[in-house]
């Protein structure tokens, strides 16, 4: 499993982004996918997850309803459409892994500790 994140950047508050996760293996549809972001000076912390084929999607509460996690397993990518975005939201965010062929919960997925692979991060700005 190789991540690849992509799609960070500057951008105004209120404003949008989408970020991509590529994984160059030819396994992504075996593995629930996730999206954590670390600020300065904080810890990282959990953003969104989906399920194996998108049935299932897990958000922070900071992020529900502005955030949206999708996957297309055709193109073994997963996505982070970011949108009403706020200063709070600035941080590098990463895009995780979690090999496990069976459900686990929410409570797991939302654990940087359930994942075993991670990409290499994007940084997502926001100006006030």
């Known amino acids: 499993v190789q991540l690849q994140a992509s799609g960070g950047g500057l951008v105004q508050a209120g404003g949008s982004l989408r970020l991509s996760c590529a994984d160059s293996?030819?396994?992504?549809?075996?593995?629930?996918m996730g999206w954590f972001r670390q600020a300065p000076g904080k810890e990282r912390e959990f953003v969104a997850a989906?399920?194996?084929?998108?049935?299932?999607?897990y958000y922070a509460d900071s992020v529900k309803g502005r955030f949206t996690i999708s996957r297309d397993n055709a193109k073994n990518t997963v996505y982070l459409q970011m949108n009403s975005l706020k200063p709070e939201d600035t941080a590098v965010y990463y895009c995780a892994a979690d090999p496990r062929t069976y459900y686990r919960g929410t409570y797991y997925y939302a654990s940087d500790a359930e994942y075993d692979y991670w990409g290499q991060g994007t940084q997502v700005t926001v100006s006030s």
């Open positions: 989906i399920t194996w084929s998108g049935g299932s999607t």
């Open positions: 293996g030819r396994t992504f549809s075996w593995y629930v």
